[in-house]
């Protein structure tokens, strides 16, 4: 039987080097590998280049690593919601590759499914397809480094030729999900929402490492309700259901409403 579980969230990261690529799931707060993070924050790796779809707050999620100047490099579609990225990356410290949310889904997916790029109309007419965006500004409100443009083609769909834009796929050196439940060959189950970019992010690794909320023994698992076979997956560990969990923005319904 191959056994994938690992120890603790330490002994899963210590081989991630200075300057590796590294995808990691989660949506907002929600399915945040938040023990493997900060075990990578507590082993001083640096240097990284992180595809996510957000960058977490400043004190949680993976704003930790940035608050600690860890981060090189971030591709996301969402940016908000940290005053410390914002911060870094109009002083020219952060560089960053914005990305259309559902184009960052597929080009994950597309990485882990060895497809090496693919056409979409999202970013067609805008500077997503046509270059400009700012990757590095300068430090004194100039652009440093600007997005390149790409390549747009025309194809017929449904009897109308449209424009296509050319993206690339992601694949990363590792990659960091966070699951529900998981077994030790690596059969991962997710929680509803938490389910989010995890399985996208989790196949785009070279390397997958996933911490599960509870491990299980092969075969207790119903393999229907397996959302990412283990085939993705080569490490697995453990860190309980007691594992904190942030809520972004708590709101209350008044009564009546």
């Known amino acids: 039987m191959i056994d994938k579980a690992v120890p603790s969230a330490a002994d899963a990261v210590?081989?991630?080097p200075d300057g590796a690529s590294i995808a990691v799931g989660g949506f907002g707060l929600s399915g945040n590998p938040i023990a493997l993070i900060d075990a990578l924050l507590a082993q001083g790796t640096t240097d990284l280049s992180v595809v996510s779809n957000n960058c977490g707050v400043d004190d949680w999620g993976l704003g930790v690593l940035l608050r600690a100047?860890?981060?090189r490099k971030m591709t996301s579609s969402y940016v908000g919601e940290n005053k410390e990225f914002e911060r870094q990356f109009l002083s020219g410290e952060l560089e960053l590759e914005l990305t259309p949310q559902g184009t960052l889904a597929e080009k994950?997916?597309?990485g882990g499914a060895g497809i090496a790029a693919f056409y979409t109309q999202t970013g067609v007419g805008t500077q997503v397809a046509e270059g400009g965006l700012p990757r590095r500004y300068d430090g004194a409100g100039g652009v440093a480094v600007a997005s390149p443009p790409k390549d747009v083609r025309r194809f017929d769909v449904r009897g109308e030729a449209r424009e296509f834009v050319?993206?690339?796929?992601?694949a990363t050196d590792f990659s960091l999900v966070h699951a529900l439940r998981g077994d030790r060959h690596g059969n991962l189950v997710f929680n509803k929402a938490a389910r989010n970019f995890n399985p996208l992010a989790a196949m785009a690794g070279r390397i997958c490492i996933a911490q599960v909320e509870e491990l299980v023994e092969p075969g207790e698992l119903?393999?229907?309700?397996?959302?990412l076979p283990g085939v993705y997956v080569h490490r697995i560990v453990e860190v309980g259901t007691g594992i904190e969990k942030r809520i972004e923005r708590r709101t209350v319904a008044t009564e009546g409403e």
Not at 222 to 227: G, L, N, R, S, T
């Open 166 to 170: 050319l993206e690339e796929a992601i």
């Open 222 to 227: 119903d393999p229907d309700a397996v959302h």
């Open 69 to 71: 100047r860890r981060i």
């Open 108 to 110: 994950l997916r597309a």
């Open 14 to 16: 210590a081989d991630i």
